[in-house]
């Protein structure tokens, strides 16, 4: 029994977030824990977790922070090549991807407690 168009499509667009959030888990880990951190170490890392995302097909993806983590990841991939301090650059994907995880935190989260309009019908 072969699977459906849409079933397949589905798991394809799973794996390309599978691979985005691996790509990213994985640059965040290095530049993290890192003691001597160089260019040309970033850089083969940078290449080494690239060509593991160039294993899936890239994917339209609709929501809204599945495209900024897709807009990171690019944004991680534009720092191959580039003369930019290695200082300057670590400061730079980890603000980011702080920024990503505080807004996906946000929508998480909501302290419904808070909402004196939720208590009202107490009284």
């Known amino acids: 029994m072969a ?3 849409k079933a397949v499509e589905n798991a394809n667009r799973l794996r390309y977030i599978r691979a985005l ?3 990213h ?13 160089t260019q040309e170490r970033f850089e083969k890392k940078l290449a080494n977790a690239h060509t593991l995302l160039q294993r899936t097909e890239a994917i339209q ?3 809204g922070e599945l495209q900024d983590l897709q807009n990171f990841v690019k944004k991680i991939i534009a720092y191959h090549g580039s003369k930019e301090d290695i200082q300057n650059i670590k400061e730079d994907i980890l603000y980011h991807s702080n ?15 808070h909402i004196k309009s939720k208590f009202d019908d107490w009284e």
């Not at 888990?25 to 951190?37: H, P």
């Not at 990503?100 to 302290?111: P, T």
């Open 25 to 37: 888990k994985s640059m965040i880990s290095y530049l993290v824990n890192t003691q001597e951190l």
């Open 3 to 5: 699977a459906s168009k």
């Open 21 to 23: 959030e691996r790509f």
């Open 61 to 63: 993806l609709y929501k």
């Open 99 to 113: 920024q990503l995880e505080k807004s996906k935190n946000a929508k998480r989260y909501k302290k419904d407690k």
